[in-house]
């Protein structure tokens, strides 16, 4: 932030020294390049407001007080108060406005229907009544449900009216008013509440006639269940409507069933599972034992693939579950000391509170369009709440403008639906942990996905306008574990080059399970948030409850303080509550980092001290163990460590400081351990080695290879979930490039052993990205420095002071720079750039994978998405099959001339079957006269799946001719046969179509289709099918070519578009290049076990008999 033009042009001319400065006049929007030219002009600026006079109730100004009380007169004339006090909530109740739709139809013929009415109202009176009825919405409620209202009968109309008085209430309600105004009693007594509750937030006027505007103007949804269920809704905004149609909204998005009952039939069918397996069990049968674990190991990784590599990376059985361990009461019983509890005598410290934001940051209508971007950012798998809904229900255009309505509606009413006060709390177990203890459980605890999305459009709202300290790293948008752990490490390094400084790292207990509601309010407030929207948001807290799920019945919990970690707005209110702290602690006397302040790094509930003495240090312990006091909230000793540096002869070393809380004595950190922040292991000297990873990595590895897996699968634990786990760690240690190579070593050398390949299997194959005709395993040599240097890239964009002095040092510079040298690229990198060299790392492996010598397939894989798709998902083949698929790609099955070329010389390369050709794959599935019955059986599987999809178009194409033979004689008289696969007619076409299958080479498609239309573009056979099915059509040859391999060439899929769309669709075309592809291996697998002699046989002397 620039708080002066001095600062300003010296930041310019520092950083952006070709960039010219211009100040503008933010009247006329003239531009000057002189300060002095600036200050003549404002004073004699045509375009210069006067002062204004600002309307309390709205954003309107006026240049005289007189103007300014026009429009109050006009625009906020008070309204007749109803009798029985001041009204303090909406004019009209839900009830009475279903009473005047009845009452409209029942009168719609009388001539002073507004008076009449006013009879059977007495809380209203003509004039409300008659601007009530005027209103567009209320007309198009009246005609949607003018059908079905019913007329009043008469002992219901004299029940509604005053039997005394035959004037309407409203003709006395001055005199009355002034009697209630005179009694003691009255005045004594609260004023009566009506509609919604008094304590509800309060939106501004001019924001209520907005919404009640654009909820009337509401054109639906398109799906008519969905406008019936949120139409009462235009007209009624009260608590007990919001539920109603919430909960019809829910029935007609979702399956009826909730979380709990599904989990409860669930159960049922896992105990009659128990009982049949206890009884299989009792045979002591090892082999039944063991398809019992690789039937739950199957079912786990096929739905929760994630769930299963998180238990291995944390040593955990994977079946197991863990929450289920721990007895029902310990739970309980620590959840409601923890949450059921509130946190009393808490408070804020008092601040200059900034100007208060406009409420259009928050209030505007919410758009189908925003909610569906928030939507995008939610995962797939996402869990749901309580209510079963799931993010594919929400996803349709209709239920996004339903949705957009619903919001609205709650914001104008200022309440939420009360299903949403109601979650359900998943236990995650922490890595590392005794599980058979309730305190070792991370709790994530979530609401309905519809409750998310509101949640998540107003987070995303408050980070436009509220701005956090630059100390706080988590839940901003920035790399905050990079940008924290590298102002750690030069910390750390400047510290050991001066030899002083203090180091402490606290562990707050129980952070987000303690943050009180009642501060909720004040914390936004003082960031600006209006009052009645921060009073909002501290509302939903109110009476909200969550379900833990165990094995001997449900838990129900009250929330009474803690935020919800799984809500999308709760890592912003913790990090409100925490931020005056920061701002605290960096304001003490402490450690300045290059001439800034640098007492405190944070991200999230993580906090780490930085001093440069003893009395520095205990200042700002005491100042965060009273904050968090105050919050109720504590930190733990047993968790927290702490170092000081300080001078050893011409060196540096580490004693302990002797710091304190008040609940006992900070541990010292020894020189020979390492401290762990944020997931990297960092030296005493700010070094963090990946030799503690290269271990971990193989321990993971190593337990993956135990577990009852198919290879295939491991393979995609490895690939999707392993690797990636560990490239945060990767990315914050100073890792050599010669290591990262020694890791991919490692993982290839496993991989293999899963996959039965040999060990010199080409590596390009299992680097090269799937859609290129490769197993796309992450290379982590290339990857990781790409990754840190676009880490580093993003730091100097930081606005952070801290950061932009550690940039200008010379130690981060001079690293960047040596790890942009390494991969070849400019410094710093930008996006476009580091796109660029990721495409360049990509090209490298795949001119490696072009450049195998032993088979000429990769080089016609490429952009083939069909063939290629098993490699991207293994689980479309057998284990066997995609073996033998990764072989051919390699080109290493073991044919004859691969086993020679390997070193065994006294094999004979002829093809074990017909024993007249070199045995190749391209022989064997192309060439051998043996296997011609099973290329027979392939050819006709395709012809088959393409006609059986032709008949099914018989609206369209004609009758298909399968296979017959045409007969016709050449200039020498000679007889000669055509036979294609199938003719039939189209438009004015005849197609004449033939199905090839042929070996992948470069120029394959093109070689068979030019054969096939040498073949059959003869003028003889034109004539002859001319003559049998109608001179007026045009013959026309169609080739489609397939790979033996299931590559789909684009000719091909370009011909089968030209027959029929239907042809070429993706499902279809993926279905036969399956079906080419399992034949083939199937030819090729039945050749390669072929039993039988392999080897040149010496003949032996026959002796004679004696």
């Known amino acids: 932030m620039l708080v002066s033009r001095e600062t300003a042009s010296a930041h310019f001319k520092s950083r952006h020294s070709r960039c010219e400065i211009l100040l503008v006049c933010h009247q006329c929007r003239k531009c000057f390049k002189k300060q002095g030219n600036v200050i003549r002009h404002y004073a004699q600026c045509a ?103 019913s007329a009043l009968t008469d002992e219901e109309l004299a029940g ?19 009697l209630q105004m005179d009694s003691e009693q009255v005045a004594a007594s609260p004023p009566r509440k009506q509609g919604r509750q008094s304590d509800r937030p309060e939106v501004p006027s001019k924001w209520q006639q907005r919404y009640r505007d654009l909820l009337a103007q509401w054109r639906g949804t398109g799906d008519r269940k969905l406008d019936v269920v949120l139409g009462p809704l235009r007209l009624e905004q009260s608590q007990e409507a919001i539920d109603a149609a919430y909960d019809e909204f829910i029935k007609v998005l979702g399956p009826g069933t909730s979380v709990q009952d599904k989990r409860g039939d669930q159960a049922k069918k896992s105990r009659k599972r128990n009982r049949r397996r206890k009884t299989d069990s009792k045979l002591q049968s090892a082999r039944r034992k063991q398809a019992y674990e690789y039937g739950r190991m199957q079912t786990k990784f096929t739905s929760s693939p994630d769930e299963l590599a998180k238990a291995v990376i944390a040593n955990r059985d994977p079946l197991e579950r863990a929450a289920n361990r721990v007895a029902r009461a310990p739970l309980k019983q620590l959840y409601d000391e923890l949450w059921g509890q509130r946190v009393l005598g808490c408070s804020l410290p008092s601040v200059d509170a900034p100007f208060e934001t406009h409420p259009k940051h928050f209030l505007l209508p919410m758009q189908a369009a925003e909610i569906k971007m928030r939507l995008d950012n939610m995962k797939r798998t996402t869990a749901s709440g309580l209510d079963n809904i799931r993010k594919a229900m929400v996803s349709p255009d209709s239920v996004l403008e339903g949705l957009a309505f619903l919001f609205n509606t709650l914001l104008l009413a200022g309440c939420v639906p009360k299903a949403w006060l109601e979650n359900r709390t998943t236990l995650i177990p922490k890595p590392g942990r005794d599980t058979t203890k309730a305190e070792n459980y991370r709790p994530i605890t979530v609401s309905s996905i ?148 640098l007492n405190v790094l944070a991200f999230a509930d993580d906090l780490i001290l930085l001093a440069t003495t003893t009395k520095e240090a205990t200042d700002l312990l005491f100042t965060t163990e009273t904050y968090l006091q105050s919050l109720g909230m504590g930190l733990s000793p047993t968790k927290s460590v702490a170092f000081q540096f300080g001078p050893t002869g011409g060196t540096w070393s580490v004693t302990d400081p002797n710091l304190r809380l008040r609940n006992g004595r900070i541990p010292f950190l020894e020189l ?104 796309g395993l992450p290379v982590l040599g290339s990857l990781i420095p790409r990754l840190q240097l676009q880490l580093y890239s993003r730091a100097t964009e930081n606005e952070d ?44 492996r795949l001119k490696q994978y072009h450049e195998l010598g032993t088979t000429s397939m990769p080089q016609c894989r490429k952009n083939d998405k069909f063939g290629n798709k098993p490699l991207a998902r293994p689980q479309l083949l057998s284990s066997r099959d995609f073996k033998l698929f990764l072989l051919a790609l390699g080109g290493t099955v073991p044919t004859n001339v691969v086993l020679k070329r390997a070193g065994d010389t006294a094999r004979n390369e002829n093809c074990r079957l017909c024993h007249e050709t070199k045995e190749s794959v391209g022989h064997i599935i192309g060439g051998c006269q043996v296997n011609l019955p099973q290329r027979v059986a392939r050819h006709d599987k395709v012809c ?71 073949k059959y573009e003869d003028d003889g056979f034109y004539k002859v099918l001319k003559r049998r099915y109608g001179e007026h059509l045009q013959p026309r040859v ?48 039945g050749t390669v076990e072929q039993a039988g002699p392999t080897r040149k046989k010496k003949r032996e002397k026959t002796r004679p008999r004696q």
């Open 944 to 1014: 088959e799946m393409v006609i059986e999809r032709i008949t099914n178009l018989t609206a369209v194409l004609e009758p298909v001719v399968r296979e017959q033979a045409y007969e016709m004689r050449n200039n020498l008289g000679q007889k000669y046969v055509r036979k294609p696969d199938w003719v039939f007619l189209l438009d004015n076409d005849l197609l004449i179509c033939d199905v090839t299958v042929r070996m992948e080479k470069p120029g394959y498609e093109r070689t068979a289709a030019k054969e096939k239309r040498s």
């Open 47 to 149: 375009s210069r407001a006067v002062p204004l006079v600002h309307c309390l109730d709205c954003d309107k100004s006026f240049a005289t007080h007189a103007g300014l009380s026009a429009h109050v007169t006009h625009e906020h004339r008070p309204r007749e108060s109803p009798p029985g006090g001041l009204r303090t909530t909406a004019l009209w109740t839900g009830a009475e406005l279903r009473l005047l739709l009845r009452l409209s139809k029942q009168f719609a013929d009388h001539k002073s229907i507004n008076t009449v009415l006013a009879r059977y109202l007495p809380n209203q009176s003509v004039k409300q009544i008659r601007y009530k009825r005027a209103q567009q919405s209320f007309q198009n409620v009246l005609q949607e449900q003018w059908p079905a209202l």
């Open 672 to 775: 020979s351990d390492k401290m762990t922040y944020l997931g990297a292991s960092i030296g005493h000297d700010g070094k963090s080695s990946a030799k503690q990873l290269e271990l971990e990595l193989t321990a993971v590895l190593e337990r993956l290879h135990t577990l009852p897996l198919k290879g295939k699968q491991r393979f995609q634990l490895v690939k999707d979930y392993v690797l990636p786990h560990f490239y945060h760690a990767l990315t914050l240690s100073e890792v050599t490039r010669t290591h990262l190579l020694e890791l991919d070593k490692i993982v290839r050398t496993s991989v293999k052993r899963w996959l039965h390949l040999p060990i010199t299997y080409p590596t390009a194959v299992l680097h090269v990205s799937p859609k290129d005709g490769g197993l």
């Open 801 to 844: 002071p801290a950061l932009i002095a550690a940039f200008r040092a010379g130690g981060v510079r001079t690293r960047c720079q040596q790890l942009a040298l390494s991969l070849h690229c400019p410094w710093p990198i930008t996006r476009p750039t580091a796109l660029w060299l990721a495409s360049k790392q990509d090209q490298d």
């Open 450 to 597: 519809v409750s998310r999305l509101f949640w998540g459009v107003v987070d995303s709202r408050l980070r436009m306008v509220i701005n956090l300290s630059p100390r706080q790293k988590g839940f901003v948008a920035e790399a905050g574990c990079f940008n924290n752990v590298l102002l750690l490490k030069e910390a750390l390094r400047a510290m050991t080059h001066a030899r002083r400084g203090i180091i402490i790292q606290l562990d707050i207990t129980k952070a987000f399970d303690i943050i009180p509601h009642e501060l909720i309010a004040h914390a936004l407030t003082a960031k600006g948030v209006p009052q009645f929207f921060a009073s909002f948001v501290q509302r939903t807290y109110e009476n909200v409850h969550t379900t833990i799920n165990h094995k001997e019945g449900p838990i129900r919990v009250q929330f009474s303080r803690g935020v919800k970690q799984g809500d999308p707005l709760s890592p912003l209110l913790f990090a409100l509550l925490l931020d005056p702290l920061l701002d605290q602690l960096n304001n003490l006397h402490g450690y300045k980092h290059l001439g800034v302040s």
């Open 160 to 178: 509604l009216q005053d039997p005394s008085s035959t004037d309407p209430p409203h003709a006395t309600l001055g005199v009355k008013r002034k």
């Open 1038 to 1085: 169609v080739p489609l070519v397939f790979g033996a391999f299931g590559a789909v060439p684009q000719s091909t899929l370009a011909a089968l578009l030209s027959i029929h769309p239907n042809l070429a669709k993706k499902s279809f075309v993926q279905m036969i290049s399956l079906t080419v592809l399992k034949r083939s291996l199937l030819i090729l697998r």
